[in-house]
């Protein structure tokens, strides 16, 4: 259920017009048309103040309450109140952040990484339905953190994910299988690629029907994306993710920005460009390749033209 504001707003004075529009931005309404405008039914209250002032000058407001008919309605309802956008907006505004902190003073660095906390803070007060994409944006904010913290603070305690995500040694890992479901996507495409470029150049992939079920794991294989493998998501970290963080490759500004697609492509979150043209591509290879290993190689020449391409992470 929603609540729905129907305005007519006075011709003078023009400074009522425009407190109201600047208001309806705040909130964070959605807009149905001109003069129509809509919150979640939890939020109702908040158009009471909108609602006095536009009386107050001679306006006309009312607040109805508005339900979806079917499904189709309800999407289209819910898309108004999309922040992929936004969020896209505040990524890039966090990054010129990150990207200037080596050349920063403590006070300025803390001073910048404060605006941009408080800017997520202030879009998430307005996102009323937040998913994937509010939960990375919080992530990459607290890594920022951390890393403003290992500059200036060392010694400060670290947040840890909510399993925690353990420090591992390469040289460790050579020459291991490691096994992950078959008919990898995006996710075990890119882990089995970021296994063999950077941790286990031998790594030899076995590809499980049902590694829950049927068909588990053999004893002493390393697993990769799936339930209770070794290494797979935690919290808002996708595999790929989890593998280089794990290895200490999460540093690497071109895994940053292969990671940030990835997660996309995965479990959804804040768009990225790339991220249309990589499903496109890989999409194909899994039609031409119905051999899993086959696949993986011709996947993995894509991740390497990626990670090789010219320019800043997106």
Do not use: N
């Amino acid at each position: 259920m929603w609540s729905v504001l129907f305005l007519t707003l006075p011709t003078q004075p023009s400074a009522v017009r425009l407190r109201v529009w600047r208001g309806l931005k705040t909130l964070g309404c959605g807009s149905l048309r001109d003069g129509v405008y809509v919150l979640p039914q939890a939020q109702a209250a908040l158009f009471d103040l909108l609602v006095t002032e536009v009386r107050a000058h001679a306006g006309q407001a009312s607040v109805l309450e508005l339900s979806a008919r079917d499904e189709a309605q309800r999407a289209e309802v819910l898309s108004l109140f999309d922040r992929a956008d936004a969020y896209r907006q505040w990524r890039r505004e966090a990054q010129a952040v990150a990207a200037a902190l080596p050349e920063l003073e403590e006070a300025e660095a803390r001073r910048r990484w404060r605006g941009i906390a408080e800017a997520l803070q202030a879009l998430r007060r307005i996102d009323y339905y937040p998913g994937a994409a509010a939960e990375q944006a919080q992530s990459e904010l607290d890594a920022l953190g951390q890393a403003l913290d290992s500059r200036f603070s060392r010694g400060e305690p670290v947040a840890r994910a909510p399993r925690g995500i353990p420090s591992l040694d390469r040289r460790k890992f050579q020459g291991k299988r490691w096994a992950t479901r078959a008919r990898p996507w995006v996710d075990r495409l890119a882990c089995a690629w970021l296994i063999r470029r950077f941790i286990d150049r031998e790594a030899r992939f076995i590809w499980l029907t049902d590694p829950a079920g049927a068909t588990p794991a053999p004893r002493g294989v390393l697993g990769f994306d799936y339930d209770g493998a070794r290494f797979t998501h935690v919290g808002s970290r996708v595999s790929f993710e989890v593998l280089a963080a794990s290895f200490g490759l999460d540093a690497d500004p071109r895994l940053q920005r292969l990671a940030r697609t990835v997660h996309f492509l995965d479990i959804g979150g804040i768009p990225v460009p790339e991220a249309a043209g990589l499903e496109a591509v890989l999409s194909g290879l899994r039609e031409v390749h119905a051999d899993d290993d086959h696949l993986t190689l011709a996947a993995a020449a894509v991740f390497d033209a990626l990670y090789a391409a010219p320019g800043q992470p997106t």
